[in-house]
């Protein structure tokens, strides 16, 4: 096998059952060096997964909870934006190597054991940076585990996150609004929001504002594969 991360050849370790499984084995895709970069969260802000030593609200959700005081976002986020994460992401998104999207489809698709929802909800991408990379990166990583529903738009001219200081993010104007719908959607329903980075929670919280148009009485949360 070679890794996708590295390019390095690897010998894949032998897992015994699936020698006698009749079921196909997913192929690895990255090698035993390279997942260890990548760190897991330990528990840290139980609403964000901000590491942190506290078991209490971090200082970002404190800071969201004066805009939000009943409607806090919970997300779930499985690994912490260490470099390895930081390299990765750059090489996915900044410089489109596509194949990458399967390295992080690897590394979050354990998470997706223990969640159950009605509606998972990509994040969209502005169109100009569609346009350029040629490719969603949050429908890439995610269209393999989970059923999609694309039932958010944004805005043109909207400037990556990644490029601003804390206060410019912060800043941010809304910019996502809802697709046209094709019929209508339960009342009540369950929704996930799914991207790759948990930052300042802007983004999410943004996402989270034009979701809850369609559906006020909506249960939201939101994944994230790193914070």
Request: aromatic share 10%.
């Amino acid at each position: 096998m070679r890794c996708l991360y590295c390019q390095q050849q690897f010998l894949p370790p032998i897992v015994w059952r699936e020698l006698f499984s009749l079921q196909v084995a997913q192929q690895p895709v990255l090698c035993q060096a390279c997942q260890q970069q990548f760190e897991p969260l330990a528990p840290g802000c139980p609403t964000c997964g901000r590491p942190q030593a506290s078991p209490s609200r971090c200082q970002d959700c404190q800071r969201w909870q004066q805009h939000y005081p009943t409607q806090l976002l919970h997300n779930h986020a499985s690994y912490h934006y260490n470099l390895a994460m930081h390299d990765l992401m750059v090489q996915y998104k900044r410089y489109g190597d596509y194949q990458l999207a399967l390295v992080l489809q690897t590394l979050i698709a354990p998470a997706f054991r223990k969640l159950e929802y009605d509606y998972y909800v990509p994040v969209p991408s502005a169109p100009e940076h569609l346009a350029r990379r040629q490719f969603d990166t949050i429908n890439a990583i995610f269209a393999g585990l989970v059923p999609l529903s694309p039932l958010l738009e944004k805005a043109t001219g909207t400037s990556p996150q990644g490029e601003k200081q804390r206060r410019a993010r912060l800043q941010t104007p809304q910019a996502f609004y809802l697709r046209p719908l094709v019929g209508s959607l339960p009342p009540g329903a369950r929704y996930l929001l799914l991207d790759d980075i948990y930052t300042t929670g802007r983004t999410l919280y943004h996402a989270r504002d034009a979701l809850q148009v369609l559906d006020p009485q909506a249960k939201i949360e939101s994944l994230t594969i790193c914070r």
